[in-house]
């Protein structure tokens, strides 16, 4: 078992910067006519007129209760007259979200993009007072080039910096010091320690753990026989602050892209038609990034939503869309013959990542 604790690296202030109601106020900037009316921005699935969930909602529509991932159906029983239902435009928001994250890489080298619109940076050799002016100046770039407000939590770890950016949402900034850390944390329950989920929140419930104080209580033997070694000793942790994740890039893994088709079929012609249609994209990507990949899968959610795969190695990398046409519809044909469901939606995906050799950069010339 598991006894190791871990220890702060000292010496180092980090910051989460995340937007607020993100896709919600990119539509507001392109259609000023929208602020001050509740504003939700929804996937549709296509499936009937109002299927989908809302992903997110800006705060007029927050306060009538519309929330990111509920049923659409549901939202519009919330609304009221000037309530303004949006499509969401996944190209537009990740225009801007490039756009600010590499105004934020200015600011360190340290840098970790954590989803679409948040990210760590980490300092060093700052002080407190230092970060937080370097946070206003964060705020007063992301305003005047792109327009957006964005809420900054600054701690001593990622995970103290993430709690404090939700501190005072929207706009907010805010500074947990190390000493300030145990009234922090003890302010807030378990279910609030980001990592938490509602699971984990429910199992330390039926523990009797219901406080910040009681979770530090527990001792780290009975933390781990519950959650395993690694989720009771983020916990121990976790409760007293401490997290010594690192800032990081995180490296991709994989690249792919998922349809809801229009309705749920087995017909081979229409699987490789609507499959070969999310080649382009991907394959853009994977040359984008220089990566190249040596698996390719097809996957199918089943009609009961289940997820069924069927995957295929090839003998080597590639970037190339003609290698993925070439063996698309004998991963489609394996599939068809095991699964005997109807398909309800499908996607392709590439893995097994390599960096692409032989293109040589400019410099290497010289
Ligand atoms: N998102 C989504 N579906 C979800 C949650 C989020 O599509 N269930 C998308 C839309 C959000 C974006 O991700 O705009 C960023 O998510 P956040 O959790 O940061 O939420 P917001 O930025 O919308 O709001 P907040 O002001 O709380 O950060
Ligand atoms: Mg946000
Ligand atoms: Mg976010």
Not at 33 to 58: D, H, K, L, Q, W
Not at 265 to 281: F, G, K, N
Request: with cysteine; charged share 30%.
């Amino acid at each position: 078992m598991c006894t190791h604790l871990l220890t702060d690296v000292e010496d180092r202030i980090v910051l989460l910067i995340d937007l607020d109601y993100f896709y919600a106020q990119c539509e507001e900037i392109r259609h000023p006519e929208f602020r001050g009316r509740p504003v939700a921005v929804c996937i549709y699935s296509g499936r009937t007129e109002n299927s989908g969930a809302v992903s997110t909602a800006n705060y007029e529509a927050r306060r009538i209760g519309i929330r990111s991932g509920i049923p659409i159906i549901a939202a519009r029983r919330m609304v009221t007259q000037d309530t303004v239902f949006l499509k969401a435009d996944l190209d537009y928001y990740d225009a801007v979200s490039m756009r600010v994250m590499s105004l934020l890489r200015m600011f360190s080298q340290k840098m970790e993009q954590a989803s679409v619109d948040e990210a760590y940076l980490e300092l060093r050799g700052k002080s407190y007072e230092e970060a937080e002016e370097i946070a206003r100046q964060i705020k007063e770039l992301i305003r005047k080039s792109e327009g957006l407000t964005c809420s900054i939590g600054i701690g001593k770890n990622k995970l103290i910096a993430k709690m404090a950016s939700g501190v005072n949402k929207p706009d907010g900034l805010t500074v947990v010091r190390p000493e300030e850390v145990d009234t922090f944390l003890l302010s807030k329950k378990p279910g609030d320690l980001y990592g938490v989920g509602k699971v984990t929140e429910s199992k330390l419930s039926e523990m009797g753990i219901e406080t910040i104080a009681q979770l530090r209580d527990a001792p780290l033997s009975r933390l781990q026989s519950v959650f395993g070694s690694s989720m009771g000793l983020w916990l121990y942790n976790a409760s007293r602050g401490i997290d010594d994740s690192p800032v990081e890039e995180r490296k991709r893994e994989q690249y792919g892209r998922i349809v809801t088709l229009k309705e749920n079929t087995r017909d081979r012609d229409t699987l490789i038609q609507e499959a070969s249609r999310l080649v382009p994209e991907v394959i853009s990507m994977v040359q984008e990034d220089r990566q190249q990949f040596r698996t390719l899968s097809f996957i199918g959610i089943l009609e009961d939503l289940s997820i069924r795969t069927k995957n295929r190695t090839l003998n080597e990398p590639t970037d190339n869309a003609q290698d993925v046409y070439a063996v698309l519809p004998q991963l489609i044909d394996s599939f068809l013959s095991e699964h005997t469901a109807l398909i309800r939606r499908i996607g392709i995906k590439v893995s097994n990542l390599s960096e692409k050799k032989g293109q040589k950069k400019l410099l290497d010339f010289s």
